[in-house]
Every structure is written in structure tokens, then in C-alpha cells.
T-cell receptor, first 118, second 112 residues
Framework: GAVVSQHPSRVICKSGTSVKIECRSLDFQATTMFWYRQFPKQSLMLMATSNEGSKATYEQGVEKDKFLINHASLTLSTLTVTSAHPEDSSFYIC??????????????FGPGTRLTVL | KQEVTQIPAALSVPEGENLVLNCSFTDSAIYNLQWFRQDPGKGLTSLLLIQSSQREQTSGRLNASLDKSSGRSTLYIAASQPGDSATYLCAVKNSGYSTLTFGKGTMLLVSP
């Protein structure tokens, strides 16, 4: 149980285009979803936290207008990288939790999406 | 601000060795600590989760310990196998926060 999927697994796009990444909880309702990015040999850096039906909370330094997050249902959150540039190339990982706030005890991670912007 | 450090950054051992991975954190007011495994180009697999009130957790050949007061955790892998080759990440959840802070990981290579 507690499976999280991401789609696509990898995407290559041209500079200036927008890319949407989906994160789905397959067998549970995810009250909270998290979006991370990971550069090679670096740690996972939290980008934003989203709760179903409300606006995402972005970490300091993350542009909310560039990284649009929508958590429209309890099983789906999307991350849209708008006007992508080569420096946005990274590995994006989502996680989902059944709780919210301080009750997000366990995060279940998706398999990640490799974004390459040419 | 919580900072998590993992040592060593990379480790190469022959099959069968017992090994220890280290994780340290600067703020001891943690809610829990978690060890993950990440294979190249893949997501994270949770290995062990230790609550702040616990000293250790065990799963098969893996044993994780937690010393909250000194800000340290170790992951012990017994009788290592080539299939253990992966990056191991340590993450802490601070009390009062819902988010995780990750270390950079230890890249482990177990050779046959």
C-alpha cells in the first residue's frame, strides 16, 4: 500500500516551454503533498508544500509564479514549470502524506521525474 | 535552521563487510529521523524511521540508532551485498514542522 506515482518519468523540452508533472497517490488519500528538486549528488530540497484545496506554501527562494502547484483533489497534485530554462533541468520528486500540518508523519515518495530543458 | 550532514559522502566496500553510515543534525529538537535508500535516477524508499523517543530501529540486516542529545544517527548494514549499492539519505523532521530536512547522502558501492 501507500504507492505514489509520477508522470512523466522523464521529459525533454525546449527552452521557453511549460512542462506539467503529475503526482498521484494510488491507494490512499493524500491530504498533503510535497514537491522536491534534486541536483546531481545533492540533497533533496523542498520546493513547496500543498494541501488539498488550498494554495501551496513555497519555500524561501522558490518562485511561485514559475513553479505552479495545484492540489485539486486528494489523489492528485501537479507541478507546472512555466517558461522552462536549462537551469530548471533537475530531478523533481513528489511525496504524499495522509496527514496534514504536524500530523504528516510519514511521507511516501514518488519515483521522480527527470526534466531536461534544452 | 536545521542542517543535516552525512559522512562519508561515498563508500566502497567488498561484499560481506559490515558498515556504518553516519548522519548528524544541528538542531536536536527533532520529531523523528528517517533513513532512505535511493537507486540511481529513482525515487526514495523508506528503510527505517526512528521516533525522537526511540534509541534504535531494526529491519533485517539494517539497524539505525539515534542519539538525539548529541545530534547523531548511524545506519548499520550487516553482511553487505552488491544489491545494497545505492545512495542512503538521512532526513529529520523537526518538532513543530511538517517538513523533512535531508542530508546529501552517502553513495555506497558494494563490490562482489
Amino acid at each position: 500500500g501507500a504507492v505514489v506515482s509520477q508522470h512523466p518519468s522523464r521529459v525533454i523540452c525546449k527552452s521557453g516551454t511549460s512542462v506539467k508533472i503529475e503526482c498521484r497517490s494510488l491507494d490512499f488519500q493524500a491530504t498533503t503533498m510535497f514537491w522536491y528538486r534534486q541536483f546531481p549528488k545533492q540533497s533533496l530540497m523542498l520546493m513547496a508544500t500543498s494541501n488539498e484545496g488550498s494554495k501551496a506554501t513555497y519555500e524561501q527562494g522558490v518562485e511561485k509564479d514559475k513553479f505552479l502547484i495545484n492540489h485539486a483533489s486528494l489523489t492528485l497534485s501537479t507541478l507546472t514549470v512555466t517558461s522552462a530554462h536549462p537551469e530548471d533541468s533537475s530531478f523533481y520528486i513528489c511525496s504524499a502524506s495522509m496527514g496534514s500540518g504536524l500530523r504528516t508523519d510519514t511521507q511516501y515518495f514518488g519515483p521522480g521525474t527527470r526534466l531536461t530543458v534544452l | 535552521k536545521q542542517e543535516v550532514t552525512q559522512i562519508p559522502a561515498a563508500l566502497s566496500v567488498p561484499e560481506g563487510e559490515n558498515l556504518v553510515l553516519n548522519c548528524s543534525f544541528t538542531d536536536s529538537a527533532i520529531y523523528n529521523l528517517q533513513w532512505f535508500r535511493q537507486d540511481p535516477g529513482k525515487g526514495l524508499t523508506s528503510l527505517l524511521l526512528i521516533q525522537s523517543s526511540q534509541r534504535e530501529q531494526t529491519s533485517g540486516r539494517l539497524n539505525a540508532s539515534l542519539d538525539k542529545s548529541s545530534g547523531r544517527s548511524t545506519l548499520y548494514i550487516a553482511a553487505s551485498q552488491p544489491g545494497d549499492s545505492a545512495t542512503y539519505l538521512c532526513a529529520v523532521k523537526n518538532s513543530g514542522y511538517s517538513t523533512l530536512t535531508f542530508g546529501k547522502g552517502t553513495m555506497l558501492l558494494v563490490s562482489p
